[in-house]
């Protein structure tokens, strides 16, 4: 069981804590390979396969789709066979889906090989969650968390610029070269998983427990924190969506921008998240970031608008404050929401609920870019304000929903109270 609660802090980021050690390693050689394929897969799949940019949006909203619904189930059955054996045969079956990535050679086989890896993807990382719960003591897991996130925006960094040498090549060979890369580091981020002592399934007594099945999902406190969660998780449709389109299609700021402002961000959240994280120890607490967290993007949807009419200078600036607002954001919303999955969360099922969380934002993922182009790019100044304004709101919600609850879990016979 990982021990350490100040993981940033040992031999110059690397984690005394052997247990640690290996989820830090395993993630980022996993991230590592998401950073490649990110990169590469929508030119694959249009240069090389064939696919028009209609097709591939369309695939990949509907494998979304599947993807909401897979965190679910895969929660509950790793509460019954031990959140590290299911990770590990999810990360084999994304492994799988990915290397048949290079055959795919119509929109059918496009629609039906990516919609089973994301469901592989989207069910691995509720699992992946559930054993942090159960691997991390309640005091060190949100410090964890913020830790592992620097290290996988590291990973995801590394791998996209690798990336960089099949966009510039431009072959089938340096495409299907990095997609089988990017299939090789599933196989080793699940060998390195199997250093982990196995974490045993729940009692079967306690699993077939009327109390517990199916709690997740009847939770209305625990599913109101969610959406509200999911609604702040829509800034990432922002980052990756909204904002590039916004600089090449409204501003006069050079097209360059649009990776600097990327790569801005990455940099920004590996110094800024673990930091940001220390403060986050209570729902109350976690509350207030997720409200600070929300008012913050409410003011940074304000900075992007007024980059428009503005000379390419002008806009430059005001794009690189935006983006540093939204990143101080993002690591405030990142590490509240990791607090209220885990606190609010009955800790007789951790799997359960770590898959109704992680659908959350799986959902929010899938609906990004629609949100987003018809608020900010529609209508413009209206628009960023009304995507800031909801922001705003469902950050400002979290307070009184998280108080809601809390006050449910104590009130309850038999139930652990909030840490």
């Not at 084999?92 to 889906?97: R, T, V």
């Not at 996209?160 to 340096?174: E, F, H, N, P, R």
């Amino acid at each position: 069981m990982v021990t350490t609660k100040q993981p940033g802090r040992n031999r110059r980021f690397v984690p005394a804590d052997p247990d640690l050690r290996t989820l830090a390693a395993s993630t980022l050689v996993n991230t590592f390979g998401n950073g490649l394929l990110f990169t590469l897969s929508a030119l694959y799949f249009t240069r090389i396969v064939g696919l028009s940019v209609a097709q591939v949006g369309l695939g990949l909203t509907i494998a979304g789709g599947c993807g909401v619904v897979a965190g679910i189930p895969a929660g509950h059955l790793s509460d019954r066979i031990g959140a590290r054996r299911m990770l590990i045969v999810l990360v084999f079956l994304e492994c799988a889906g990915t290397i048949t990535y290079v055959v795919i050679g119509s929109f059918t086989s496009f629609l039906v090989i990516v919609g089973l890896t994301t469901i592989a993807d989207r069910a691995g990382n509720a699992v992946r969650s559930a054993l942090y719960a159960v691997a991390i003591p309640a005091e060190g897991r949100t410090q964890v968390r913020a830790y592992l996130r620097a290290v996988t925006n590291v990973g995801i960094g590394a791998g996209s610029a690798v990336a960089g040498i099949a966009l510039q090549a431009d072959t089938k060979a340096a495409y299907v070269s990095l997609i089988l890369v990017d299939a090789a580091t599933f196989i080793a981020s699940a060998a390195i998983l199997f250093r982990l002592p196995a974490q045993p399934p729940a009692p079967p007594a306690q699993a077939e427990d009327g109390r517990h099945r199916n709690r997740a999902v009847k939770d209305v406190p625990y599913l109101v924190t969610t959406a509200l969660n999911a609604v702040l998780a829509l800034q990432f449709g922002l980052i990756e969506v909204g904002l590039p389109l916004w600089i090449v299609g409204h501003t006069r700021a050079p097209r360059a921008l649009v990776a600097v402002t990327l790569l801005a961000n990455t940099i920004l959240c590996v110094l800024l998240q673990v930091r940001a994280s220390r403060g986050v120890t209570s729902v109350p607490l976690a509350a207030r970031a997720a409200r600070r967290g929300g008012l913050l993007l409410a003011v940074c949807c304000v900075i992007f608008a007024l980059a428009d009419g503005v000379s390419a200078l002008a806009a430059a600036f005001i794009l690189l404050a935006g983006i540093a607002v939204q990143t101080l954001a993002e690591v405030l919303c990142s590490a509240a929401g990791w607090a209220l999955s885990y606190d609010l969360a009955d800790p007789a099922a951790p799997g359960a609920y770590q898959g109704v969380f992680s659908s959350g934002f799986a959902l929010a993922a899938m609906l990004a870019p629609i949100v987003v182009t018809s608020t900010a790019l529609r209508f413009g100044f209206a628009g960023w304000a009304a995507l800031g304004a909801l922001f705003a709101v469902a950050g400002a919600a979290v307070v009184p929903v998280s108080r809601w609850a809390a006050g449910r879990m104590t009130g309850q016979a038999g139930d652990v109270p909030v840490s």
